[in-house]
């Protein structure tokens, strides 16, 4: 039967059951679309249903004695049962996923009409606990006085058989391959009483396949390209009237790629974010997967804000939810949130809750909250009323139907969902959906009990987790669908086939953990095995390309970092069908598929202009007093012009993420003063083995390790046993490092020195410098993170080394040596160049050593300072001339200057990448 004789069908009254609401809603579309063109301006429905709906639907017309459980209730019902029935000494790390898959367990069995084994002798111990949890639940069930919903086709077959119902006298069943035993019972039942059922093949519902059949595989670099390529032909090809189906077999991983890829080529404003609601709500393509209701942004507003008790939580949870957008605020107030979001930051603040951020408003600290114009009135008394919400009504247990209540009432108080914010079609379904859930969840006073607050969110959280929502599709022309929804599926004029690689076709298989392999094989369950797997996917490519005659086909040449092959089922898989494979943008080229989107056009070589750069602002003499940290100045001069602009003249920042513990910087802060200790009260090498001949170094840096961290901040101080202990290890190791030198005295320690660079005189704080016996001195900077000397090379880039600070620290006097104390764990050692071998142990003199050999131009000593003397100089000259050029050192690569720069937003350089047909994926 082909769809025009479907559609013929549902004209004359004829019951259509299809297998799912996918197929339901295309058969109602091309019915309303026939309607229409036959100049109708109205008429009755479409006799279309969803064959498990039809069925429930059936028994709730009996008037049954028992009702029928709803699906809400029921996977309640069951997670209450597994609670319950897990051995205490038993508890599952991923307690939803283990509810989750034994239901599905569960009801593949009712499906397929099968039993567990009475005998427990072969069973793991999966499928015996969910014998017992079977067990329980229908017990329950029974005290409950209802049915499971899994129990309706049984049912009905009863009614059908009796004469309980009205059945039609004809019935048509779309979109099944096999019928299942559920089915097949109502089948049978349905002819017993006389009924004609008709199930026509899809292979068959479009044009049929004659011959050799010759379809077009295009191969592309990876799933971006796949899909971009895929949007472009779409724009170029699909005319007004026509349809495309758009299938692929692992929908999920292209659902993203997919609307982006969409949105940007087929509506190029959607970029722009005043347009995003209006082009989501007129676009051409509508995606069938549907997705959890938790993950629709709307609910899982509403799902945040009610996990937020009088507790503390992460801080960035915390925050995520109060500047929340669906959250009623003015702009002021996300303002102060923003400030008081910096100031715990800035405190090391991992957790906080209502209160402290109440108490912060109201107690501002000095450069942060204080000082602030921002008015905080309104946004307190919001924030206090949320807190006396919780602290009245969150105590003690209730009733689901209560705590349902309270949760509406908050959300209303709160002004959720905002005024402000002008919801989308998709966002106001969700919303129904989630009012929805919180009556449903209401329902649950016989199966939860008086629960309390915490559960009652945990458990609303899980009912919207398992909750598939799906927005009403329209009768958009591409329709983008997967390969299992395909079934009965005709009447697109084009078909493409996204994901067509040996990983994705047939795919892998996914026996059910609950329920025994055997079992699952002999009754033919879905993802039993591979030859099973195997036959299902090859019916549904069979069935799909005799459904059009334009059909193409692409895949990934890599994807998720493997490479990928042409699926066997389309190279050879498929009787009377021969896959030619192409390359993709030699395909793309036969259709003349260019790109529409505003990115790419923008971009373009013929579109970019040159326009006139403004002169460099220099930095004033205001300005100059204020600077601080020529260091930092100089190393990101270096590595970009702007982001030196971005961090030191406009003090952008990024914001500090909390750590748990002391972070690197303060444990290096640590180190660098016990040290300073340590060499003023030792003053040179003799002192240092005196301390060791004696036994008395650990003892020693111990007391200089305990004067250092009492610095520690005192909401950190129970961290200082655990650093007292590692930083005394570290210094006592590389303190024997230091006693391996030829004789020297500590000159200098922690002293500050004046260096005048392009006119202008800076402040330094040189960590150490050492003097020898022959006079000759040598200046260190401890470090205890990564470090290289190849930071130092000025040659390449030209002018730019990777780290300046030790070219800069050279220029403070004239030293013999220039090093890092590299002070790691196992790793303590020199660091840097010499200008003779003896100098350091472990160090060849310059330019023998690594970095020589790399500066080709630089053969001595002197040259060597002479370069860094120009390079710092030409650094510091360039900033405060005011040079703030996008220019970062390796733009593109793995190495590259953005790769970890906090102002690429700021500074586009994405953009630049682009245009310069750069791998963008780097930043």
Known sequence: MDTDSLIKEISDGIVVLTQGNRLKRHLERLYDRRMRSEGLESWPGATVASFSSWITQLYKESFPEKPLLTETRSTA?????VRENIPRNYEPLFKDA?????????????????????????LTEESKALKRWIGAYELALSRLGVVSPFSAPELACGLIRDGGVRVPGKVILAGFNDLTPSVKMIVDALEAVGAL?????????GSDVTGERVIKLLSLPDTESEVAALSRWTRATLKAGETLAVVAPELNKYKEIIEREFSAELYPSSVLPANLAEDAGRRVYDISLSAPLSESPIAASALAVLKITTWKVELKTLFKVLLDPYLHHKTDDYHLLGLINLELRDRNTLSASLGD???????????????????EGALLERLSGWLGFLRENGKGSELPSRWASLFSALLKALGWPSPGVKLSSREHQALHAFYELLTEFSALDEILGEVRWRFAVETLVKLATDKKHQPEGSDAPVQVIGLTETPGLAGFDYVWLLGADDASLPGN???NPFIPVDLQRDNRMPGSSPELEEAYKTELLSGLIASTTTFISSYPLVSDDKERRPAPLLTGGLAGVRAMEVDGAAGLASFGAETSRFRDLLLGVATLEDMPEGAPVPVGEAERAGLHGITSILRDESACPFRAFAAHRLHASALEEPSAGLTPMEKGSYAHDALKLFWTETKDLKGLKA???SDRLVQVVMVFVEEALKSVKKNLIHFTNIERERLTGLLVEWLKVEAKRSDFTVKEVERKRELTLAGVTFNLRVDRVDKLPDGREVIMDYKTGRCSKQDWNTEEPPGRPGDPQMPLYSLTGSYSGVVYGALR??????????EFGDILPGMKGFPEDSLGRKLTEIRDWPSLMDSWGRAVNALASDFLSGVCTVDPVRLGRQDSACRYCDFTLLCRVTEIAAADNTDEGEF
């Open 691 to 693: 301390l060791m001949e």
């Open 98 to 122: 283990l509810t989750s898959e034994s239901y599905k367990a569960y009801e593949r069995l009712t499906e397929f009409r099968a039993t567990l084994p009475e005998s427990d002798f072969y």
């Open 825 to 834: 764990a196992g790793e303590c050692k020199f660091e840097g160049v010499a």
């Open 357 to 375: 951020v109440i108490y912060a408003i109201k107690n501002p600290k000095a450069g942060s909250v204080e000082g602030s114009s921002v008015p």
């Open 197 to 205: 059922v008709v199930y026509p093949n899809p292979k068959v519902s």
């Open 77 to 81: 019902l069951w997670g209450r049962v």
């Open 509 to 511: 298989t996914s026996p």
